[in-house]
């Protein structure tokens, strides 16, 4: 696929406000620059404007480059789309290569940061630590007990990952190592290892036999509602459902009910169905641990994300392979 060089007329379009590192660099190598101010998503005409003024864009979660989108662009001047994020979901990525444009993502970066996240999760539903936290901001916390707030203990408990690409091995390798927890999985295919795991014949079977159902799937049509009514029903009324995934992969009014009903004892989430909404009957319920899409929020990891946004970004106006492509 062809640039447009690294000349002054190519225009790049960087769609989310970034660290100071990653602004500086940008703002250093590229001569026709600008960075949105605002952290809305894309509007729809904004996304005609990015295909149509600027050769190059950097987007990110939300920003939805549908097939609708390209469709209204006949010849589209942007040849490339850098995700900021491991995630494209929100990209048409067969429609973005049939206009000419290239995709790529940012894997790898978000790795660590994320498997942190679902262990911050488990133990916070498991310990009702959000609970918790809450009565004593409340001033209602009357003192310890031997019956006071019990939960579920983690440690030589059985996990469940839904996934096991990188974040879903960063996940288990945490729960063997770190709480000595038995591992299953469900994936497309058996997993070499460092560490014991079983992989289950199907996500019914694994979520029948674990204490903790984690989701690491990548979001997209193959994943939608992947966690719905019989997944949850499968589950065990002690165990705990995790969700750093997208949040479109677990079908959100199932779950309430499931909560409701008391048919599993908890949930931690980091991604919503409707993000950012969150539904009223979530937050209300004391056995939900809700995070406002944590999962890489750290400054080390979102400057290496833009960092690496950039270094395909290099790639392309300087006619290299792009390190990371996805279409």
């Not at 310890?144 to 960063?170: D, S």
């Not at 009514?229 to 959100?252: C, D, Q, S, W, Y």
Request: aromatic share 6%; glycine share 8%.
């Amino acid at each position: 696929m062809t640039n447009t060089g690294t000349n002054s007329a190519t225009k790049i379009w960087i769609a989310r406000p970034m660290t100071a590192s990653v602004e500086a660099r940008a703002r250093e190598s590229y001569g026709s620059l600008e960075i949105r101010d605002t952290n809305a998503v894309l509007s729809e005409a904004e996304m005609i404007r990015a295909l149509t003024e600027f050769d190059v864009v950097v987007p990110t979660l939300g920003d939805k480059f549908s097939a609708e989108i390209f469709a209204k662009v006949a010849e589209p001047r942007c040849k490339l789309l850098a995700n900021f994020g491991v995630g494209y979901n929100h990209i048409d990525v067969a429609a973005a290569g049939a206009a000419g444009l290239a995709v790529t993502n940012t894997p790898g970066a978000v790795t660590d940061a994320t498997a942190d996240i679902a262990m911050t999760l488990i133990l916070m539903t498991a310990r009702r630590a959000g609970e918790g936290e809450r009565l004593v901001r409340r001033g209602e916390w009357e003192g310890w007990h031997p019956t006071q707030m019990l939960g579920l203990h983690a440690t030589g408990k059985t996990v469940g990952i839904v996934g096991m690409g990188r974040i879903g091995q960063a996940i288990a390798r945490r729960c063997h190592f770190g709480f000595g927890m038995d591992v299953r999985y469900v994936a497309r295919s058996d997993k070499d290892l460092d560490y014991p795991a079983v992989r289950a014949d199907s996500l019914v079977d694994l979520a029948e036999s674990v204490d903790f159902l984690v989701v690491a799937v990548p979001g997209g049509a193959e994943t939608l509602h992947l966690i719905n009514a019989e997944v949850l029903k499968a589950m065990k009324p002690t165990a705990h459902l995790v969700n750093i995934a997208r949040g479109e992969v677990v079908e959100e009014a199932a779950l309430i009910d499931a909560l409701q009903s008391g048919s599993i004892a908890g949930a931690g989430l980091d991604v919503y169905e409707f993000e950012p909404k969150v539904p009223q009957a979530l937050i209300e319920m004391e056995n939900v641990t809700l995070l406002p899409h944590l999962g890489t929020a750290t400054e080390e990891v979102r400057s290496n994300m833009g960092h690496m946004a950039l270094d395909n970004v290099d790639a392309f106006l300087t006619d290299q392979d792009l390190p990371n492509p996805v279409a």
